[in-house]
């Protein structure tokens, strides 16, 4: 069984990061879906908050098969997420040119921790590319509407936390 990492905040999850597990899904049998809670950033949920959020949006929302993705927190290496469930692959996301350098960085970084690892970068679809969970929060908290870019899950946390 051909299983991959697929890391981020997810602060909260959008329709490009739902994009990406489509994608992901398409190529591996299962895909670990893990949310970090890095001491470096300023989250807007909380760790159990955005483990929530995540959940529902795929299997409640989107009626995903629960088999096929496992949603985890995590405080550690991406590297040693993958040793622990025998992925071989790390997912990443890209949406713009923005994004590559950093990416790349850390795509370089992970393959001198582990030459066994590869990264995969996948694109959301175009309709998707522009939406990031910075302005997600703020079209939110600003009162607008947020429907194109999360579920009803994501936006009734949302509206709650405003």
């Known amino acids: 069984m051909k299983t991959a990492i697929y890391p981020g905040t997810f602060d909260p999850i959008t329709y490009g990061h739902i994009d990406v597990i489509k994608k992901s899904l398409k190529i591996f049998d299962k895909v670990v879906v893990a949310t ?83 990264t995969m970068f996948l694109m959301s679809d175009v309709e998707n590319q522009i939406i990031s969970s910075k302005f997600v929060k703020e079209i939110s908290k600003l009162d607008g509407k947020i429907n194109k870019f999360v579920t009803k899950s994501t936006m009734k946390m949302l509206k709650n936390k405003f």
């Open 36 to 118: 970090t809670d890095n001491s470096n950033k300023n989250y807007h949920f909380s760790i159990e908050d955005r483990l929530s959020m995540i959940e529902s949006s795929l299997f409640k929302d989107l009626k995903f098969k629960k088999n096929k993705i496992k949603v985890i927190p995590f405080d550690t290496l991406t590297i040693n997420l993958c040793k622990k469930y025998k992925a071989t692959v790390i997912i990443r996301g890209l949406r713009a040119v923005s994004d590559f350098e950093y990416e790349f960085q850390l795509a370089g970084m992970n393959k001198k921790l582990n030459s066994n690892i590869e």
